[in-house]
């Protein structure tokens, strides 16, 4: 039998958690068989391979062994305890038991359902809640507290400046149909996708009629090509979409970036007076000022970000100032550009399958200059008379592809990157502890595929420590 590593735990929430039991089970073909039942679908790990079918534990299953033990884990750091972790070839389960001011929480390795689980509390009405993400391959178990994705935004101050949040985004965020397979881009609809966490949507349009000024439709458009294969999707359904989900979640924003693209002959500048007079008008719906707002002055709000160039009509508005935040020009396949108000990793252009991994160390390194910042708090990171600018946006696009080769088509590469990435998070994000430890916005594609949000709860756990230093704030 093959052993794992011994077992390393990282706490990546904002409060010491203690480790307390320790229990060891044999699996299926030993005396204690009887005790545990097959899982009948594979169980992909983490790492991009599939792992045998991990048994499931039955509640009243004996122990094999059993350990106390008092090991504490502080906040933000990895513990090493010195436990062997189960068994890599499946034969063996381990289950944990954590506690938190006299809480108990417990979770078995491996996992026999997904690669994340919630931690069952052992006591009715809990006041903790924590989700564990197990790596096999590390013996790494990673512990998160538990966000309702739908409205996690609700945890945070009003005051924190929306470029220190880590936030999941989806990149061309509605190219979920029937299409060609180099165009889609998404696994689940906007909808799901909002509701699974996502505050942040790449957007690519086409206006429909730019001679006329009193047309506003925009076709959803990825390069030259439409999204869907069944006839044109349009901006205004996605609009919509989007405003029912903010005003049933009023603690949340969602950021749009909207671009041009496709095969007619609008300009930047229509586009730019198409949305002004059609679309964001309203102050009480869209966020247009040309700064990074806090997270108070746009929940409920979508807030509008502009890779386009403004008619000089538009140029005039908010005194002059400009017209929503500036990412209007960064450079093409940069692994890193700072323009506007957005620092930027876009390096998509993945021509042969090796290069994924070149693709995959841009997007740690980009991580790393992202998390050793710390977002400006009046009163706790900074003066609160004389208060710090926001850092601008560090926008993470994890996508990227090549329209002539199959294996770097948006899926096939995200089948790649998202689990390298999420392991990345697991382990090695922030590890000097420089900062807050934030992402930035991280840019998906494939995200919720067979309903896999891993990656998603990654990132929003991500801001554990914001939140800690938000609770100090007077």
Request: aromatic residues 8%; negative net charge; glycine residues 6%.
């Amino acid at each position: 039998m093959s052993s794992a590593p011994p077992l390393a735990i990282r706490n990546l929430t904002s409060t010491p958690l203690e480790l307390k039991l320790i229990e060891r089970y044999e699996a299926p073909g030993t005396e204690t068989h009887h005790h545990f039942s097959r899982i009948t679908r594979n169980i992909t790990t983490l790492v991009n391979n599939t792992s045998p079918a991990v048994p499931q534990l039955d509640e009243n299953a004996p122990p094999s062994s059993t350990e106390d033990v008092s090991i504490r884990l502080e906040p933000f750091q990895i513990s090493k305890p010195e436990v062997q972790a189960a068994q890599m070839s499946g034969k063996e389960i381990l289950r944990l038991t954590f506690e938190n001011e006299g809480e108990r929480h417990r979770i078995t390795t491996p996992s026999p359902q997904t690669q994340s689980q919630a931690l069952q509390p052992l006591a009715p009405n809990p006041r903790f809640q924590y989700t564990g993400i197990f790596i096999p391959k590390d013996s790494f178990l990673t512990l998160y507290s538990s966000a309702n994705l739908q409205c996690w935004m609700q945890e945070l101050k009003d005051e924190t400046p929306l470029s220190g949040i880590s936030i999941p985004g989806t990149h061309n965020s509605p190219t979920y149909h029937k299409a060609l397979p180099s165009v889609r881009c998404q696994a689940v609809p906007p909808k799901v996708q909002l509701e699974n966490g996502v505050r942040f949507f790449d957007i690519r349009v086409q206006p429909e009629s730019p001679e006329d000024p009193s047309k506003d439709g925009l076709v959803l458009v990825h390069g030259v090509f439409p999204i869907s294969l069944t006839g044109n999707k349009y901006f205004r359904d996605l609009v919509n979409v989007v405003r029912t989900f903010l005003d049933e979640n009023p603690s949340e924003t969602v950021i749009m970036s909207v671009k041009r693209e496709g095969p007619g002959n609008a300009t930047d500048q229509q586009l730019s007076c198409i949305l002004r007079d059609h679309y964001a008008g309203d102050v009480g719906k869209w966020f247009t000022a040309p700064r990074i707002p806090t997270l108070g002055e746009v929940r409920g709000k979508i807030t509008l970000m502009r890779r386009f160039a403004l008619d000089d009509r538009i140029r005039q508005e908010w005194d002059g100032a400009g017209w929503c935040i500036d990412a209007e020009n960064w450079a093409y396949n940069t692994p890193n550009d700072t323009h506007g108000d957005v620092c930027v990793q876009d390096f998509c252009e993945v021509l042969e399958t090796p290069t994924i991994e070149q693709k995959i160390t841009f997007c740690e390194e980009h991580f790393e200059r992202a998390g050793c910042l710390t977002c400006p708090l009046p009163g706790i990171t900074t003066d609160a008379e004389h208060p710090v600018p926001p850092s601008p946006f560090y926008l993470n696009f994890l996508s990227a592809s090549n329209f002539w080769k199959v294996g770097c088509w948006p899926e096939k590469i995200a089948a790649r990157l998202n689990p390298a990435v999420t392991e990345f998070l697991c382990e090695k994000h922030h590890e000097n502890g420089e900062g807050d430890g934030c992402l930035g916005i991280v840019v998906c594609d494939w995200v919720g595929k067979d309903g896999d949000w891993d990656l998603v709860r990654c990132i929003v756990g991500m801001n554990a420590k914001l939140e800690m230093r938000e609770r100090d704030m007077r």
